[in-house]
């Protein structure tokens, strides 16, 4: 059983940078057994992936619209995964989730993740 929780939400302007943060933790467990993605969900709409990372850190994936913009990172000594945004834009705004799933390969599907964290809110005014 891993248990994520998400922090660093909050309300933003247009143009302006946020750094996400998920922390994982369970008892016996090695964070780097896990993939974890980076998804949003908006009010009505179903939950969409942002960024994934890898179980060491080196593979990483992003939607087309986060690329360039978008950086997901991990530290494994932490158990923690960050994903850094900038240039926000209000179209961005949602709760934001990341999940963790004990896979070799990042999906881009939020059904292939097994563990989720509670969401973090961002607000992106205009």
């Known amino acids: 059983q891993l248990e994520l929780v998400e922090s660093g939400g909050g309300l933003v302007q247009a143009g302006d940078s946020l750094t996400l943060t998920c922390v994982g933790s369970a008892p016996g467990f090695t964070f780097d057994w896990y993939v974890i993605g980076w998804f949003r969900q908006a009010p009505g709409k179903e939950r969409e992936f942002v960024a994934g990372?890898?179980?060491?850190?080196?593979?990483?994936e992003y939607a087309d619209s986060a690329k360039g913009r978008v950086t997901i990172s991990r530290d494994n000594s932490k158990n923690a995964v960050y994903l850094q945004m900038t240039s926000l834009k209000p179209e961005e705004a949602g709760v934001y989730f990341c999940?963790?799933?004990?896979?070799?390969?990042?999906?881009?599907?939020?059904?292939?993740?097994?563990?989720w964290g509670q969401g973090t809110q961002v607000a992106v005014s205009s």
């Open positions: 999940g963790g799933d004990r896979s070799w390969s990042i999906a881009q599907r939020a059904h292939a993740y097994a563990y």
């Open positions: 990372v890898g179980r060491s850190g080196v593979n990483t």
